[in-house]
């Protein structure tokens, strides 16, 4: 771990510790975790048979990957790694082993940095996520049955001055947030965490985020 590294651990660690934690009763909804994981920018995949090598920089970066195509629901769109809680474990356990089956990045307890807001979903999910600290994950793989593909996005993207996106959309009683990425955009649920992470453990600003809303695509 370079010093670079060291350091945003120790304030993740630290913010994380001190933050009033907002979670949501999860009854009459699925109870679901996410991986919210602090790697290393890179590009490509560490995988036989690509045209060029990967290329890796100790950068911090967030972990995303893109949902297969050929799922029933939400395919294509951005997500950390994630699914259903099962009976008996915890969203820490979740996430962790979701983070191993989605990505094949197998990560101990102590990875584990602390939680952000529950977030409940217009699909009928109450999400927790999960941060951990993943180091450089470099064995990343993806999960074909569903996971297209994996990114590593470098946090200073997400510190762009027009983000977050919010807008109105009808049916909807509070603005939709997104965060630009590129020239694209990744939608909540997915951007909420991802723009909570930013104003709380990056520019140390406690942000609440479960009331932004959801575009109507992902309603079902």
């Known amino acids: 771990m370079t010093a670079r590294g060291a350091d945003l651990l120790e304030q993740l660690r630290t913010r994380l510790r001190e933050f009033d934690v907002k979670a949501l009763d999860a009854a009459g909804r699925r109870h ?3 991986a919210v994981a602090v790697t290393e920018e890179g590009t ?3 995988l036989p048979g690509l045209p060029q090598p990967p290329t890796w920089s100790d950068a911090p970066a967030l972990l995303l990957t893109r949902r297969a195509e050929t799922l029933r629901n939400h395919a294509g769109q951005w997500a950390f790694a ?4 099962d009976a008996g474990e915890t969203p820490e ?3 962790l082993r979701e983070l191993a089956e989605e990505v094949g990045v197998v990560l101990g307890p102590q990875a584990v940095l602390g939680r952000l807001d529950d977030y409940a979903t217009r699909s009928g999910y109450v999400i927790t996520p999960v941060v951990v600290w993943a180091d450089a994950a470099r064995g990343a793989r993806p999960q074909e049955a569903e996971v297209a593909s994996i990114h590593r996005i470098p946090l200073n993207e997400f510190m762009r001055a027009d983000a977050p996106l919010l ?6 009683e509070h603005p939709v947030l997104r965060m630009p990425v590129g020239q694209r955009w990744i939608a909540a649920p997915t951007a909420a965490f991802i723009y909570q992470f930013r104003e709380l453990c ?3 600003r406690p942000t609440r985020v479960a009331h932004f809303d959801q575009p109507v695509f992902a309603w079902k």
């Open 93 to 95: 356990q979740a996430a």
């Open 44 to 46: 490509g995949a560490d």
């Open 82 to 85: 994630g699914g259903r809680i």
């Open 167 to 172: 807008n109105q959309v009808r049916g909807a």
């Open 202 to 204: 990056l520019l140390g």
């Open 32 to 34: 679901a975790a996410v």
